[in-house]
């Protein structure tokens, strides 16, 4: 649209779109596919024969004053002192970060909290964490438990010289909680609309380098229903709090704090919509079955009137139970299109990005989380499965350098002992994968892709005895429980049993496993290629996406 009317080249579309990545020749090709598809008219790009596309449709252009480059600002989780409970710091740091983002005139740009929160596990310094993300200020603080209160000191640092330009002590009764962050938020928006509109030196001067004002909590009076939803507030944090660290035992402990949280006050939409997401990614780590997962979504879903309007991060979660379990591509793709304009946030962009994979769109999958990697660059979750996206396209060379990247930043998180394994035995790097894989297997004995992982490489590595070996184990364990059979295919492959390989994605199907569809693109599987069962399996989403294409067609 900027040179509308005039051929733009291939080569400069992917200059611009990716700069020296590299990238295979097909991407511009696809992402014009993609962008047409959604265009109206569609065909207001052209296709000029070997010089490039020209953007034809009528370009009415509005001007505007520039907009004041905000400031960009990191919210570390706060430290808890002694008898603090520990999902509260990140908890009160959390519901900064969203209230400040969702601000209708925000008076800063606040950076992503997963780079922010992993930086700090990493030890480093508040200054060191904001020349890393690139930011201007820093807040950060600690969090302290007396008697009967809470006293949280927090202070705002200047990173180009590491500065604490100013300090707020907060107090609050230790079960009035929401009274600590609303008054941390009030402390925030005096602070940061300080002097005239344009005039930042109140924030970035060292006129007003130690300057601190205490403020105590209002208490506020109290009837059966605040107090309903304040302990129904508090239970959510701590269900919040628990299903993030993607441990099996406390995901589980998490629903129940959210389940809990909605039932004390119905109108909580924040439990809801993380109730979904929650389901979701238990669904993705092998810890829910898909049906009890999307039973659960669904519920959370209904409960909501105008849902687009009132809860629009819960669609994303709701268009990947449509898709996966009802096969309804045409709901699913509905789902997200309504939630597009959503910023960045760490589950729905999650959930978008598989929703592509899973439609075997690599390109727009890739596209997708580089974009979030500019906002996100410390996310492990986020560099692991653009090295898992560059696999399934086909980009052996790409991926094996991403997933070292990854390894370097993130050598313990769980995503880079799931996929780290399978991409690097797959590319011969056989001994790499198998250390990795058995380290986090036993590191994380109920996660069952990382032991399928293992027995991967163990087949790779021609170790085919003790391969089979977890194999059984994990079959005598399916008797018991729910059991993620995603990756199982592909160690069959690599023993040579295609039969066996083939059973195993027949009951991902039959059990609508989030995996399934991605499953069929691994070139871990292109030896069952061209077996009738595989290619029927394979047409399951090409009449999916048929059908929804020709719903979407206007009669007559």
């Known amino acids: 649209m900027a040179h509308a009317g005039q051929v733009v080249s291939p080569a400069q579309l992917k200059q611009e779109l990716w700069g020296d990545v590299h990238v295979t020749a097909d991407s511009v090709p696809k992402c014009m596919s993609s962008l047409r598809a959604r265009l109206e008219p569609d065909e207001c790009i052209r296709t000029v024969y070997k010089r490039g596309y020209r953007f034809t449709a009528r370009i009415k252009r509005q001007s505007a004053a520039p907009a004041e480059k905000l400031l960009r600002l990191v919210i570390l989780p706060f430290a808890a002192r002694f008898s603090v409970p520990e999902y509260l710091g990140p908890a009160i740091a959390e519901e900064t970060i969203v209230r400040l983002t969702r601000a209708r005139r925000p008076a800063v740009a606040v950076l992503a909290r997963d780079s922010a929160f992993n930086l700090a596990l990493q030890g480093l310094t508040a200054q060191q964490i904001g020349k890393e993300l690139k930011a201007d200020l820093v807040l950060t603080g600690t969090l302290q438990a007396f008697s009967s209160h809470y006293r949280l000191r927090a202070e705002m640092i200047r990173v180009e010289d590491g500065v604490q330009i100013w300090v707020e002590d907060l107090l609050a009764a230790q079960d009035r909680i929401g009274a600590l962050e609303e008054e941390l938020m009030l402390r925030l928006a005096c602070r940061l609309s300080i002097g005239v509109p344009g005039d930042r030196s109140q924030l970035l001067g060292a006129d007003n380098a130690g300057f601190e004002i205490s403020a105590v909590a209002t208490d506020l009076a109290e009837d059966d229903r605040v107090s309903l939803q304040r302990e129904a507030y508090e239970t959510f944090q701590r269900g919040h709090h628990e299903w993030q660290t993607l441990h099996r035992h406390r995901m589980q402990d998490g629903l129940q704090h959210l389940l809990r949280a909605i039932d004390l006050d119905p109108s909580l939409i924040s439990a809801r919509i993380d109730l979904a997401h929650l389901c979701v990614t238990q669904s993705f780590y092998g810890f829910m079955p898909p049906a009890v997962a999307a039973d659960h979504v669904r519920r959370a879903a209904e409960s909501v009137p105008d849902l687009p309007h009132r809860a629009g991060a819960l669609l994303p979660a709701l268009g990947w139970i449509s898709f996966h379990f009802d096969r309804d591509l045409q709901a699913a793709a509905r789902a997200f299109a309504l939630s597009a304009h959503l910023p960045h946030d760490p589950w729905i962009t999650r959930e978008r ?29 986020l560099q692991n499965r653009l090295a898992w996206a560059l696999h399934l396209d086909g980009q052996a060379a790409a991926s094996v350098e991403q997933i070292r990247k990854s390894l370097a930043l993130f050598p313990h998180h769980e995503g880079t002992g799931l996929y780290g ?136």
């Not at 899973?358 to 410390?378: G, K, V």
């Open 353 to 381: 990005a598989m929703f592509a994979l899973s439609r075997h769109r690599f390109a727009e999958a890739i596209a997708q989380l580089r974009a979030a990697i500019h906002l996100d660059p410390f996310s492990p979750w």
């Open 421 to 556: 394994p399978a991409i690097l035995a797959f590319n011969g790097e056989t001994e790499r994968g198998r250390e990795l894989a058995e380290e986090v297997a036993l590191r994380l004995p109920h996660f069952d892709l990382a032991i399928a992982a293992h027995a991967y490489t163990l087949a790779c590595a021609e170790r085919q005895d003790e391969a089979r070996t977890i194999l059984e184990r994990l079959q005598w364990l399916s008797r018991e429980r729910y059991l993620l059979n995603s990756f199982l295919p592909a160690v069959y492959v690599a023993l040579g049993d295609l039969d066996a390989a083939l059973a195993e994605l027949r009951v991902s199907n039959e059990a609508r496993c989030p995996w399934f569809f991605q499953m069929l693109a691994d070139p871990r599987l292109k030896p069952l290629q061209g077996r009738l069962e595989f290619e029927q399996m394979r047409g399951i989403l090409t009449a999916m996406e048929a059908e929804a294409a020709q719903d979407a067609q206007p009669e007559g």
